[in-house]
């Protein structure tokens, strides 16, 4: 009785193991079909285009507020931290790093995945459960060529111009806080922020992270959305896995990615 | 049974997750004919048309459609094969996010570089052939089951298939509706000279289309031929079948262990 259950308790563990694993090795062959596929997204890049006012254009309004709100804080924060060691003209390099470097392309990633990477999962979750999948396939049209690409391509090039659009309202929010309204001189708060922000160490590393994070929260949902179980119960639980495992990719990506770009900087 | 075979069907095997689906299907389908494939629910009617299209590969056994062997072919050759097949899916599968003109034009855009005004007038047409022409612009959501299925139907057409299958085509239909699309698959079979395959278990309305009926149970032929055979079969199984009678080989429950049985040793949980 006692092996029973531990053995019985072995093999269940084995069997998520490799049920993982597997998964895991599929979504790999499937980012390489969609790269390989991408002919018609880039052929007729019509459909790219519409992805992206889908994906990236609806975002904007979430995006852009939260990106002003944030940089609002920063200030308030920034200069009631900084005042205490007078050095509160230093405002502005800390909002500008502070979003340029991490929390532009990592909030705006987070934001990003639950508007738009939700919602592509939804879509092809759905067209997978309404036949829609299969009805193109038997249309000699590959759906990972017509839906996938186009979708996944379009979060790709979206999310860097997002996390973009971030910073600088971060930086528009923290300028309202701390020069307008609590008063730090303007001057020093836009000079010192344009002589401490190098534009390849903490722009281009910016730009580079949001692409990957791109790359990731588009993967995560097209595959989640393609590979879903096609009744309302798994569109659903495929929505929630694509927040949840992109958050979480997210996160880990930026500590990666923040210890291998800014070694001793 | 007798004029040249547009589909043939020989002893094909097809196993889903180690469970046997189909047993030894032997099946043929003739140009310019309406056959049916009959049998309850999971019997596996909707696995054969996927082997017929090439979405599934039988585990054993042959499948030819139009001289090609589906299972062998690479995906370049079973996609030029789809173009000349045509597939109605139970619920239409129209897409959403494209209007009824879209939809019926999505495949002359794919695979074809005819000007716009061209796949206009073949749009039209294939709307007028199904009676919904006025309706090019209204969105699926806008449409009504019977509609919908009517717009899958000429999307369905749109490249002038040699083969039309039809996936459950009566199914949640008014019985309006249901005459109609009856009617529908047997005009265009004949008007375009095509052959078609309607998976169904609407007897009544099929009897009345068909050329030649197939019963699928349990993954197995259990009885075929014209309808006129099918009416006049005292086969205990298509008796069943027409009939609509629980008692009969087919077993209204599902397996389960004897009630006496069950009811003692769940007795104790239930206090």
């Known amino acids: 009785m006692r092996d029973d259950f531990f053995s019985g308790g072995l093999r269940g563990l084995g069997r998520r193991v490799t049920d993982r694993v597997w998964r895991l090795g599929f979504a790999a062959r499937f980012l390489l079909a969609t790269i390989r596929y991408s002919t018609v997204a880039f052929g007729r890049f019509g459909l790219t285009i519409r992805e992206i006012y889908f994906t990236g254009v609806l975002s904007l309004i979430i995006i852009l507020v939260s990106g002003l709100f944030v940089g609002m804080v920063l200030g ?57 999948l299969s009805a193109m396939e038997m249309m000699a049209v590959d759906p990972i060529a017509r839906v996938v690409a186009p979708r996944f391509w379009a979060g790709v090039i979206s999310m860097p111009l997002l996390a973009a659009l971030f910073s600088a309202l971060g930086i528009f929010g923290g300028y309202l806080v701390g020069v307008q309204l609590i008063g730090v001189d303007e001057g020093s708060f836009w000079s010192q922020m344009q002589a401490s922000v190098d534009f390849r160490e903490d722009i281009v590393n910016g730009v580079i992270k949001s692409a990957v994070f791109g790359v990731i929260i588009s993967w995560i949902a097209v595959f989640e959305g393609y590979d879903c179980e096609p009744t309302a119960e798994g569109v659903s639980g495929a929505t929630t896995r694509t927040v949840v495992t992109s958050s979480l990719a997210i996160l880990a990506a930026d500590f990666i990615l923040t210890a291998l770009m800014f070694r001793g900087a | 049974m007798s004029s040249e075979l547009l589909v043939k069907l020989t002893d094909v095997n097809f196993t889903y997750d180690r469970r046997p689906v189909l047993k030894g299907i032997n099946m043929q389908i003739p140009r310019g004919k309406v056959v049916a494939i009959m049998g309850l629910s999971g019997c596996g009617k909707t696995t054969t048309l996927r082997l017929i299209g090439g979405q599934l590969r039988a585990t054993a056994g042959e499948v030819l459609v139009a001289g090609k062997n589906v299972g062998e072919l690479d995906s370049d050759e079973l996609y030029a094969l789809r173009r000349r097949m045509g597939m109605l899916f139970q619920f239409g599968a129209l897409f959403t996010d494209m209007s009824v003109y879209d939809n019926v034009a999505f495949q002359l855009h794919e695979h074809t570089d005819l000007p716009e005004e061209l796949v206009r007038d073949m749009v039209m047409m294939k709307l007028h052939a199904v009676g919904l022409r006025g309706a090019h612009d209204l969105m699926p959501s806008e449409l009504s089951g019977g509609m919908a299925r009517r717009v899958a139907l000429a999307r369905a057409i749109a490249l002038d298939p040699l083969l039309i299958m039809y996936d459950e085509p009566f199914a949640g239909l008014d019985p309006i509706s249901l005459s109609i699309v009856g009617e529908l698959i047997r005009t265009l079979n004949n008007a375009l000279g095509i052959s078609s395959i309607v998976v169904t278990h609407d007897i009544q309305e099929s009897l009345k289309i068909v050329d030649y009926v197939y019963f699928v149970s349990e993954g197995r032929i259990v009885a075929e031929g014209t309808p006129a055979d099918i009416r006049k079969s005292d086969q205990p199984y298509v008796h069943q079948f027409i009939w609509g009678e629980a008692d009969g080989p087919v077993s209204y429950h599902y397996p389960a262990r004897p009630f006496g049985e069950q009811i003692y040793r769940e007795a104790p949980r239930a206090r």
């Open chain 1, 76 to 132: 308030l924060q920034g200069y009631d931290t900084l005042q205490r060691y007078g050095s509160s003209e230093a405002l502005g390099i800390l909002v500008a790093l502070s979003l340029v470097r991490e929390l532009g392309p990592v909030v705006a990633a987070l934001l990003f995945a639950s508007r738009a990477g939700s919602a592509i999962t939804a879509e092809i979750g759905l067209m997978k459960a309404t036949e829609q």
